[in-house]
Nanobody
Framework: VQLVESGGGSVQPGGSLRLSCAVS????????IGWFRQAPGKAREGISR????????SYAESVKGRFTISREKFANKVFLQMRSLKPEDSGIYYC??????????????????????WGQGTQVTVSS
């Protein structure tokens, strides 16, 4: 399983970015995908997740109402639309996959130990 993030960059406060996570090596119906971020000197934080099959979503309180997670099944991609960005949103953003059984909905929490595969990350910097 390989995960490749893209779409990071630098943006001013209040701006928007759309992150992409390309998933390969596994059927999109067999894994849930989560987005995590880590700022310098801070612990990794789970910010959003979308389940397999039923596309059940979950968000951390810190991003609820500003970020939207979605997945494009046939392209095997998951997106994180980020709006109203704040300086505290800065960090390296990772997508991760939680393995499961094809045909059974996988619904992990936002705890990173529930995820089996990780991408290399993409940097997001929010600064004026």
């Amino acid at each position: 399983v390989q995960l490749v993030e893209s779409g990071g960059g630098s943006v001013q406060p209040g701006g928007s970015l759309r992150l992409s996570c390309a998933v390969s090596g596994v059927s999109s119906d067999a894994v849930a995908i989560g987005w995590f971020r880590q700022a310098p000197g801070k612990a990794r934080e789970g910010i959003s997740r979308i389940s397999s099959i039923e596309y059940i979503t979950s968000y951390a309180e810190s991003v609820k109402g500003r970020f939207t997670i979605s997945r494009e099944k046939f392209a095997n991609k998951v997106f994180l639309q980020m709006r109203s960005l704040k300086p505290e949103d800065s960090g390296i953003y990772y997508c991760a996959a939680a393995d499961g059984i094809e045909g059974v909905t996988v619904v992990p929490t936002l705890n990173d130990w529930e995820y089996d595969y990780w991408g290399q990350g993409t940097q997001v910097t929010v600064s004026s």
